[in-house]
T-cell receptor
Framework: AQSVTQPDIHITVSEGASLELRCNYS??????LFWYVQSPGQGLQLLLK??????LVQGIKGFEAEFKRSQSSFNLRKPSVHWSDAAEYFC?????????????FGKGTTLSVSS | NAGVTQTPKFQVLKTGQSMTLQCAQD?????MYWYRQDPGMGLRLIYY???????DKGEVPNGYNVSRLNKREFSLRLESAAPSQTSVYFC????????????FGSGTRLTVV
């Protein structure tokens, strides 16, 4: 069965420091991979996605992610974190079904930013 | 603006009461989904609809029913609410093809007391 694991429940980084959020997936075929961000009390916003092609994908707000098939990973990175990046981050994998792509989500990583 | 609209935004129910969560999208997409979000659990799929007139169960369908009224609207009904259904509910619709991710509504925060 398809699954997504985000090993870190909560991460704290200093403002200006680099960030890496981990995501591992289990999927039988080529996955469609996504990162979403959710600010408190808000809906989910798509940061970036991997569909095919270049394994390093760029997203909004200065985020990037790298797909590594050999490690079944899709880690999210940002070189310099801003206080406004504090939020919850969800990794998701697309599983094909007759409806198109039903997303399976990880349990999320909460990012806190210290000054 | 194109997107997904959910109503209501907040609701408090007593155990055993019923209610319907409404979702409408103006993106002309065929597929629509209902998820629930609970702390530490991420988002879990309740029901989905591949197209008008079709619905299927997701990971956690028990206690819920859905109706795909037309292409725009996909409602989620709780016939007899239970405290375990206290959650934040999101409606979503995927973009063209499979590479566009989902567009989510702003959510309905439901509390069952």
């Amino acid at each position: 069965a398809q699954s997504v694991t985000q090993p870190d429940i909560h991460i704290t980084v200093s403002e200006g420091a680099s960030l890496e959020l981990r995501c591992n997936y289990s999927y039988g075929a080529t996955p469609y991979l996504f990162w979403y961000v959710q600010s408190p009390g808000q809906g989910l916003q798509l940061l970036l996605k991997y569909f095919s092609g270049d394994t390093l994908v760029q997203g909004i707000k200065g985020f990037e992610a790298e797909f590594k098939r050999s490690q079944s990973s899709f880690n999210l990175r940002k070189p310099s974190v801003h206080w406004s990046d504090a939020a919850e981050y969800f990794c998701a994998v697309g599983a094909l079904n007759q409806a198109g792509t039903a997303l399976i989500f990880g349990k999320g990583t909460t990012l806190s930013v210290s000054s | 603006n194109a997107g997904v609209t959910q109503t209501p935004k907040f609701q408090v129910l007593k155990t055993g009461q019923s209610m319907t969560l409404q979702c409408a999208q103006d993106m002309n997409h065929n597929s629509m989904y209902w998820y629930r979000q609970d702390p530490g659990m991420g988002l879990r799929l309740i029901y989905y609809s591949a197209s008008e007139g079709t619905t299927d169960k997701g990971e956690v369908p028990n206690g819920y029913n859905v109706s795909r009224l037309n292409k725009r609207e996909f409602s989620l009904r709780l016939e007899s609410a239970a405290p375990s259904q206290t959650s934040v509910y999101f409606c979503a619709t995927p973009g063209l093809g499979t590479g566009y991710g989902y567009t989510f509504g702003s959510g309905t925060r439901l509390t069952v007391v």
